[in-house]
Nanobody
Framework: QVQLVESGGGLVQTGGSLRLSCAAS??????????MGWFRQAPGEEREFVAV????????YYADSVKGRFSISRDNAKNTVYLQMDSLKPEDTAVYYC??????????????????WGKGTLVTVSS
């Protein structure tokens, strides 16, 4: 089993920045070489893909809506993935969920293909 715990959410003004973290643990995580990513879900909306990073960190992919503003990275020594969010907009307001799965599955950008989820952290961007 793999456990994912997010942190770093909060309230920020338009144009501001936040850095989310997701700490992974579990006996199988280190040996699984899984990609990790972030999804988000706004009130009344479906959960949507935000970004993904490969196990090695060499490959990253972003939703068009966040490209150029968000940056995903990971530190495998700490079993942690980060999402640096800059130039935040009110439409970025959502619960952000950490996800883990093989890269091919995360690249489908479909929530049902995710193997493991965190419980989420709320990001609120005020106008």
């Amino acid at each position: 089993q793999v456990q994912l715990v997010e942190s770093g959410g909060g309230l920020v003004q338009t144009g501001g920045s936040l850095r989310l973290s997701c700490a992974a643990s579990g006996r199988t995580f280190s040996s699984s070489a899984m990609a990790m990513g972030w999804f988000r879900q706004a009130p009344g909306e479906e959960r949507e893909f935000v970004a993904v990073i490969s196990w090695s960190g060499d490959s990253t992919y972003y939703a068009d809506s966040v490209k150029g503003r968000f940056s995903i990275s990971r530190d495998n020594a700490k079993n942690t993935v980060y999402l640096q969010m800059d130039s935040l907009k009110p439409e970025d307001t959502a619960v952000y969920y950490c996800a883990a799965a093989p890269l091919s599955q995360l690249l489908t950008k479909k929530p049902p293909r995710v193997n493991y989820w965190g419980k989420g952290t709320l990001v609120t961007v005020s106008s």
